[in-house]
Every structure is written in C-alpha cells, then in structure tokens.
C-alpha cells in the first residue's frame, strides 16, 4: 500500500524507523531486531540508507524481508548528494523489482573529502524519481527548527514547497523534543500553502549519550525538563530508558491530543522502546 493512501485515511497511524547494518557480520542480528519491531504491526515502517549507498544492498534486503513475512508496508530511504544519476535510477529499478513503491526522497551527508555528483538538493532526486516511474510514492524530510544550512526559516519553507513542487507526497519531521516548536512549523507550513500530510519524527532518548549526538544531528532545542529528566536519571541505564520512553510518550499524547494524527518514532532498532510506547498508546491508537 502506498503510503500516502495510508495517512490520507482518517486515523491515527504510528510508524517506525529502522537502519541496517553497516558491515555483513551483523546483518543477521539487525535484521532480527527490525522483524522484531515489524511484529507489533505498525502502520508502516522506514529503512534508512547510508552515505553514498553503502548500505543499499542491505536496506533493500530488510525492507523486503519487512514486507514479505511480517506484511508491514515500508518506506525505502534513498539519498543522492554523493550519488550519480545511474545509481539513482539502478536502485530505482531495484526497488520495483523488489516490490517497494514507498521511497523517503533525501539528499543525505557527504563523505568527508567528496563533493555532490549530480544532486545538490533533495528536490532534484524527488523531480527524477516521479520522472523515472509517477507511480512511487515520495516522501521528504523537513526541521521544525529550520534546516542547519538554510539561511532563515522562510528560505526553509521555501525549499520544502520546491519539493512538494517536484512530487513530494508527504513530509516527515526531523527529530524535536518540545512540541511548540512542531506546532509552530506547521502553521508556519500551512500558511505557506503546503498541504501534504506531515508526519511527526520523535527520537526516545534513553541513553545519556544519545543526548549530545541527537542534538548534533538535529539541532533539536532542548526544554528544561528534559534536561531535568537526563540530569535525574542518566546514570541509572534502566531508569533512563524507561524515562526516555515516558517523554517520547508523553509528546506523542500530546500531539495527537492537538490534532497531529502522524507519528514516526525513530526507534535506533531498539525492540522494547518501540514496544514500551505501542503499548504506552493502546487505547489512544484505537
């Protein structure tokens, strides 16, 4: 099923990310972990895709072993800034040759030392996907908070209409962990004339060490009582995770309580956190 289809039905849907292995040697155990979190039947589930394609072999494989045994439809991630358009349009073929027909459209990190090939911008990917097959269903990234590298927030904004310009047919958040901060991006977006389905992207933080790199990589705010909850429990590992599970528990209640019906939780393949907040959401996801 396309996912688009899925978050134009009037429902709460609640999705989760996984990532593949990085080397063959640990194929097996992350595969395991990703038909683990596949189990407790989410509405869809993402697969990422690293720097330059390094793991595309392995994203293909677990996206389809999601698919085919668990019945769980998937969301390939697909980067191009250090790809060439032949790579792009061979993992294409791929993909349909697998049967994915949901790709996450985005334009990714550089290795160090290397510079874009024939990508520049997430929009261009999603402009040659839609011309390479309209029949994929593309979704796209956006930051609540502003893109690290735009110059303000309206030259953000403006990017994302280029994608959903291109073909883009639905957006997912980067992480963030104050819920104002995602209530003002989407009126900001709505104001805009953006009006595709966003999806909200909550990062469970239930390691002290996640915390730095998570806010290296999004920029994220941190809200005080965040910082509370990591002071009070970061060095108890049990009492963290279940913390980090409240908070990112906490947030989704409350965005689904102010009309978000859209929730993609990044789960870092960790089966007992995605677990701890399906079960923390019972009742609310019925």
């Known amino acids: 099923m396309k996912i688009i289809d899925r978050l134009q039905e009037d429902k709460i849907t609640l999705s989760f990310e996984v990532f593949p292995p990085k080397y063959s040697k640990n194929y097996d155990a992350v595969s395991q972990k990703a038909l683990e979190i596949a189990k407790l ?3 869809f589930m ?3 895709y690293g720097a330059g394609g390094g793991t595309s072999e392995y994203t293909v494989n677990i996206a389809k072993e999601i698919q085919q045994r668990e019945g769980v439809d998937v969301l390939a991630h697909l980067t191009c800034v250090s790809s060439t358009k032949e790579k792009v349009h061979n993992m294409l ?3 349909k040759a697998n049967g994915i027909e949901n790709i996450m459209a985005l334009r990714g990190d550089l290795p160090d030392g290397e510079t874009p090939h024939h990508y520049e911008h997430a929009s261009e990917l999603i402009k040659e996907i839609k011309a390479f097959d309209p029949n994929f269903c593309i979704g796209g990234a956006c930051y609540p908070e502003g893109h690290p590298e735009a110059h303000n927030k309206n030259v953000d904004i403006e990017n994302l209409k280029k994608k959903i310009d291109a073909g883009c047919d639905f957006l997912t958040s980067q992480m963030f962990f104050d819920n104002a901060i995602f209530y003002n991006f989407l009126f900001r977006a709505r104001e805009a004339g953006i009006q595709v389905p966003i999806v909200a ?4 933080i239930t390691r002290k060490e996640q915390v730095k790199r998570a806010i290296q990589l999004s920029g994220s705010s941190v809200p005080g009582r965040f910082v509370s909850m990591v002071d009070a429990f970061g060095d108890n590992e049990p009492a963290m995770k279940q913390a980090g599970i409240i908070y990112a528990t906490e947030q989704i209640t409350d965005l689904i309580a102010n009309g978000v019906k859209h929730i993609h939780v990044y789960t870092m393949n960790k089966p007992d956190v995605a677990k701890g ?3 923390n959401l019972s009742e609310i996801l019925k």
């Open 41 to 43: 039947h989410p509405d």
């Open 277 to 279: 907040i399906m079960d």
């Open 93 to 95: 073929e791929i993909f």
């Open 46 to 48: 993402s697969v990422t």
């Open 201 to 204: 992207g909550i990062m469970p």
